[in-house]
């Protein structure tokens, strides 16, 4: 067994390897690279997932009836195969070398003294146009190493998990081989959590930045669906547009348990007042713009606060549903229309726009194929496809006549 390839950290040679981390260890290896403030972290990588299901013969069998599942299949019937295989999974035992591989990298990275988070980072999402956000489990506030180890399983077997599997055959991501990396962070005793898009994917506008936050951990606004504030801002002078909310309650790590998340109510005079000031909202904002101009595309970035103030990125993904890769993204573009205008002359509609968009982005999926393009390649470049045309929607009085042209 390499153990270099098992675990990995943001020094690893493999931490840009998403097939190795995973979409989210990616981002965060990144993340560091682009200076930003991420916790400490390392990553159990999907090498070992595969190295220890391939020493498990037995699981072969459910394996087996997974590949065989369908897309018309139902909910039921999903959850009916899926559900023997992750029962399994649980139960998988560690040899004493990764037990002991795990232990001291805990050690080192996080330390007996915090509390981690242990969190899914799926190999196929970077890359596939697909968000894997919320289908796989997560488990915070964990400190006992015993307790890591069996919660790596927990995650792997949750790869399997009925809405991650459905996700996928609607999708059609392969089911063959599923792996994931398994992210093992140092937990922020976080004071004030939030979600930041770096374009607005409520009117899919790339020149907002939308800031959404509450007291507490972040999970009140990702799964418990708390109130929380919510802060527009214009990407050209970052002024804001504030919409508080009565935040009522908040998740905390829960002591009694030594583990997880309570809800407890918000202090009376907290929850009519806005979690984050002036300051702070444009602080976050102008992380925003930095972290999106680094990876040149709009960002979904979680972010917490400590009790100093101290802001900490958790992770940054893509925003699946925003196909921004120009200039809002800290892209320069060069757009030119010496071949198109010689086939659309004429004034620009919309039907003829959408039409030529689309049939050039086939044109150029087909001539790549013609090209031997690995088809893995296509699709990690899918937005280059989807925007080999762009329309100028507004020109100046005197302009010429060709800007009005497909560009």
Known sequence: MDEEKMIITHNSID???????GGKGYHLAQLIRAGQNVPPWFAVSTLLMKNVISQNNHLDKYFNKIDDLK??????QVEKIVRPLQEQVRLLKFDNQIKELVGQ??????????FCSVRSSAADEDGSGSSFAGLHDSYLFIQDIDDVLEKIKFVWASAYNP??????????IPLHQISIAVIIQQMVDAEISGIMF????????????????????????????LDADLFTLSKVDLQIKEEGAQKTE??????????????????KDKQDQLSLTKNQVKNIAQIGLAIEKYFQRPQDIEFSL?????????????????????????NRIIWDNSNIIESYSGPTSPMTFSFIRH????????????????????????YVYDNMLGIFRKCLAGTPPFCRKEK
Not at 309 to 327: A, F, N
């Open 15 to 21: 931490c840009g390897n998403p097939d190795c981390i």
């Open 71 to 76: 897309k018309e299949d139902s909910p039921d």
């Open 105 to 114: 990298n805990y050690a080192k990275v996080i330390g007996s003294d915090h």
């Open 163 to 172: 809405r991650a599997i459905s996700f996928r055959l609607q999708n059609n």
């Open 198 to 225: 770096t374009a607005n994917p409520n009117n899919n506008n790339v020149q907002e930045i939308l800031i959404s936050s509450l007291y507490g951990a972040g999970e009140g606004i990702v799964s418990a669906g």
């Open 250 to 267: 908040q998740l905390i790590f829960d002591k009694d348990q030594s583990q997880g998340l309570i809800k407890i109510e918000v202090e």
């Open 306 to 330: 400590d009790k100093e103030g101290k802001v900490y990125i958790l992770q940054s993904r893509p925003i699946t549903t925003i196909g921004e890769y120009g200039p809002a993204a800290g």
């Open 359 to 382: 049939a050039y982005m086939i044109v150029y999926h087909c001539f790549s194929e013609i090209m031997g393009v690995p088809a893995k390649v296509v699709r990690q470049n899918h």
